[in-house]
């Protein structure tokens, strides 16, 4: 840093609540104990004495490391959120990483106080300390007094926060061109299950409050209305009966918008859940499951999670409510004229209810099956569209179709007369016979107007809850399990793995390990099977590839060159044998690190431009969004990659939007920017698969040059005979 700006800087954390490099474990180990109260401390081994000295994104990667082995989960603020107010927005604790002025420090930032004007910091000593949040921004914002005056200006003058969020940015755009700023890391809990992440929503107070309240509501409900029944039959109806009727009718109206609202916030709970554990295990799910399943079964999955997300919001609430009126129109049948009659037959219709529910879900688990097969031939056929134009004929490019949309249609009708049993069978049914139960009472002169009128309304009551349960709560109940059934496989892999003991290492660290050892990358008997195979592709493969070592793997197709570049790569781990990294193996190392250590260039099928800008397609292997040193850098990779006739035709430049739905771009600059995006990653090693077959020779030489000249360990899979 220069001078200038070390005098500009701000004031500098005091040490009596500020953690130094040393302690940095221990800071980890107190947020630890905050963020998962109720699991035994896990204790960090020393912390790298080069902690001191690493950039922001090793250490950024450091703790990565450092929170999976304590069961946490470290996420990166962006840079424009270098405020205290902005860091804590979404509650803490954070850790803010101060620039090395001269030396690194730390911040454990808990919480905002007195409406946003203090903040709580946690001390080395354990101890919670208060500041105020204009004191603590002169320390982690890094600014000079004028832009910390003009942020407070802009708060004291009552912006709206959007133009406040625009003033942050544009000072910490003007900070970015200094060295270094200052950088925030939001620590959460692992997945702990469904049932644990329930607990921790609070959704367990709601259910039983929602319950409690809806119970409550019909109680007063039925009470009013046997309390304004009874004073008609006595003949003593008077004002205060009606004012006692009327303020019944009132409480239980309240009690059912109150647990309307409770069960209204479960469902918004439960189906946040279910979204955050379905995305967690789709972003953990093996590349080979993904691609055996196809592009089209992952959209059936999609619209299968609509339908949990639906039954969560719609019918959550409908089902306590469901729950809560049967159960209360069993007491009522109880009280009336034939309380065993009644009682044995709303029992019988539930039972029966549950099967024709369970025969339901059968039928709508084959609909499901079928609309999952249409729906991949059609994502399938819309893919390959333009070779089905070129290679068929219009008359031949529907063949099979009828005989998918007739089965569609087959099962889709004994799913609707399924549906059609449970909505006319249960409910109607059970009205019949509960009032054919009292037809001798009436035939004999021997009912009691009284029994006979509870009988009645509990016969209603149970009615509209079992019509409900048909209609709405049963086939709604049998979409779910179904649609649970197919999103299983995503959920489970949502869940944690277990936590075994990894290590948290910086790039240094990487070389020190290789000392006394004979290369960076290390093979011995390595072998693997693809799942569903007996011969194995790969076998018995022994490697060392050195630091600075240009490593060429030539070979035959289906010798397993692409394999052993995945398996570098850590997309893939050995069936057998040992492969280490820098010493270290996938399991201590972790393999989102080993993939940060080892980047990838995949065949071009494997290799995806995504619908975005082109700078986020390149800095997506480092970080987004990016600096203005890192943006200056990945143009100056595209410029010698012979991308920059590419850069000048786009109208945004590096923030031209790329892809199927964006600019265009030909084979080979393609593969040119799949080349940038991997050298824009800061890794140890590069493995470039297949990646020049589209490239002409001038262009070939030139991307070679830029490879040999920015990756320090480089290898190339080429088949046998090309360049």
């Not at 304004?228 to 019944?248: N, Q, S, T, V, Y």
């Not at 999609?302 to 049967?326: H, I, M, N, S, W």
């Not at 959920?491 to 240094?508: C, F, H, I, M, T």
Request: neutral net charge; glycine residues 10%.
């Amino acid at each position: 840093m220069t001078a200038a700006y070390a005098e500009a800087s701000g004031p500098r954390p005091r040490t009596d609540y500020s953690w130094q490099a040393d302690q940095l474990g221990l800071a980890l180990e107190a947020i630890s104990e905050r963020v998962l109260p109720r699991q035994r401390a896990r204790r960090m081994p020393a912390v790298p004495a080069a902690v001191d000295d690493a950039s922001l994104l090793d250490i950024g990667r450091w703790l990565e490391d450092a929170g999976a082995r304590l069961g946490m989960i470290a996420e990166a603020k962006e840079r424009t959120e270098l405020t205290t107010v902005a860091l804590l927005a979404e509650g803490g604790p954070v850790l803010a990483v101060l620039p090395a002025r001269p030396k690194r420090q730390f911040l454990v930032m808990l919480r905002l106080r007195t409406g946003g004007q203090e903040v709580e910091l946690l001390a080395p000593s354990r101890e919670t300390v208060r500041l105020p949040v204009s004191e603590l921004d002169g320390v982690i914002f890094g600014a000079s007094e004028s832009r910390l005056g003009l942020l407070q200006f802009c708060r004291e003058a009552g912006l709206p926060g959007r133009a406040t969020s625009i003033v942050e940015r544009v000072l910490c755009r003007g900070q970015g061109s200094q060295e270094e700023s200052c950088a925030g890391f939001a620590f959460a809990p692992v997945d702990s299950g469904f049932f644990a992440r329930f607990l921790e929503a609070g959704c367990a107070p709601l259910l039983t409050g929602s319950a409690i309240f809806m119970a409550l509501s019909l109680a007063l409900y039925l009470g009013s209305w046997w309390l304004i029944g009874r004073a008609a039959m006595e003949g003593h109806l008077a004002w205060g009966w009606l004012w006692a009727w009327g303020i019944m009718l009132v409480c239980s109206a309240l009690c059912r918008g109150a647990g309307s609202w409770g069960a209204g916030r479960l469902a918004v709970n439960v189906g946040g859940i279910m979204r955050e554990r379905l995305l967690g295990g789709i972003l953990r799910l093996p590349t080979d499951k993904v691609r055996s399943r196809g592009i089209g079964a992952m959209l059936g999955l999609v619209l299968d999670a609509d339908a949990l997300d639906a039954l969560a919001r719609t019918g959550g609430p409908t089902l306590v409510a469901d729950v809560v009126q049967t159960s209360s129109s069993f007491v009522v049948l109880l009280a009336g004229a034939a309380p065993v009659s009644h009682g044995l037959l709303l029992a019988g219709c539930l039972l029966v209810a549950g099967l024709l529910v369970r025969r339901l879900q059968r039928r709508v688990l084959d609909w499901a099956d079928a609309r999952l097969g249409l729906t991949d031939d059609l994502v399938e056929t819309m893919i390959g569209y333009r070779t089905m134009t070129a290679q068929l004929s219009p008359d031949k490019r529907h063949l099979g179709e009828e005989r998918a949309l007739s089965e569609y249609a087959r099962k889709e009708a004994a799913m609707d007369r399924e549906m059609a049993k449970l909505a006319v069978l249960i409910p109607r049914g059970f009205l019949l016979l509960g009032v054919a139960v009292l037809i001798p009472d009436f035939a004999t002169g021997r009912a009691v107007s009284a029994r006979v009128a509870i009988s009645l309304g509990g016969l209603l009551l149970a009615y509209l809850g079992l019509r409900r349960i048909a209609v709405e709560t049963g086939p709604g109940l049998a979409n779910a399990l179904v649609a649970w059934r197919n999103t299983r496989t995503v959920a489970e892999a949502a869940r944690a793995p277990e936590l075994v003991e990894q290590v948290a290492v910086l790039p240094n660290e990487i070389d020190s390990a290789t000392q006394g050892r004979r290369a960076l990358l290390v093979g011995r008997d390595v072998s693997y099977s693809y799942p569903g195979r007996l011969e194995p592709v790969l076998r018995g493969a022994d490697f060392e590839v050195h630091r600075g070592d240009r490593v060429l793997v030539e070979g035959r197709s289906g010798a397993g060159k692409s394999t052993l570049a995945a398996l570098l790569c850590g997309l893939r781990q050995p069936s057998g044998g040992l492969l280490l990294l820098g010493g270290f193996d996938h399991h201590s190392l972790r393999a989102e690190r080993w993939r940060q250590r080892v980047a990838s260039v995949p065949q071009s099928h494997d290799n995806h431009i995504l619908s975005a800008p082109l700078l986020f397609n390149i800095a997506m292997a480092r970080r987004w969004p990016p600096s203005d040193a890192d943006i200056v850098e990945l143009e100056q990779i595209c410029k010698e990659l012979g991308l920059a006739g590419v850069l000048e035709r786009m109208p945004a430049g590096m923030q031209q939007m790329v892809g199927d739905s964006g600019w265009q771009l030909s084979h080979g600059e393609r593969a040119r920017v799949c080349i940038a995006r991997a050298l824009a990653q800061q890794a140890d090693v590069r493995v470039l698969d297949e990646s020049f077959a589209a490239l002409d020779p001038e262009t070939l030489d030139r991307v070679l040059e830029c490879l040999l000249r920015r990756s320090e360990t480089l290898l190339v899979v080429s088949h046998a005979g090309d360049p």
